[in-house]
């Protein structure tokens, strides 16, 4: 089992920045792909970013690309969502996710929700206009 706890999230101001924090318990936290995946009112959960067991390696997705940096220190099991430039429609509750993997990417897709087996409980992000 793996816990995760998010933390960081808040009301900021269009323009602004903020950053998430996902900390890992439970097992051993490089042995994981993570993922961050948000989720507004009424609509599915979707892709974010996600970051390849030793961090050699990130994915984003195109709505997110340039201004947001997803980065993990292994040795504080932690992982980290730095957004920049926030817009209003990066309001979401935004989530972190594990999935164990045998390679720094495994074999399975990273932007599936699906394929990630631990969830954090999800924290707010409110960008206002």
């Known amino acids: 089992q793996v816990q995760l706890v998010e933390s960081g999230g808040g009301l900021v101001q269009a323009g602004g920045s903020l950053r998430l924090s996902c900390a890992a318990s439970g097992r051993t936290f490089s042995w994981y792909i993570m993922g961050w995946f948000r989720q507004a009112p009424g609509k599915e959960r979707e892709f974010v970013a996600a970051?390849?067991?030793?961090?050699?390696?990130?994915d984003y997705a195109d709505s997110v690309k340039g201004r947001f940096a997803i980065s993990r220190d292994n040795a504080k099991n932690t992982v980290y969502l730095q957004m920049n430039s926030l817009k209003p429609e990066d309001t979401a509750n935004y989530y972190c996710?594990?999935?164990?993997?045998?390679?720094?990417?495994?074999?399975?897709?990273?932007?599936?929700?699906?394929?990630?087996?631990?969830w954090g409980q999800g924290i707010q992000v409110t960008v206002s206009s």
């Open positions: 996710a594990a999935r164990f993997s045998l390679s720094e990417w495994g074999t399975n897709s990273r932007y599936q929700k699906e394929e990630y087996t631990y």
């Open positions: 970051i390849s067991r030793s961090g050699s390696s990130t």
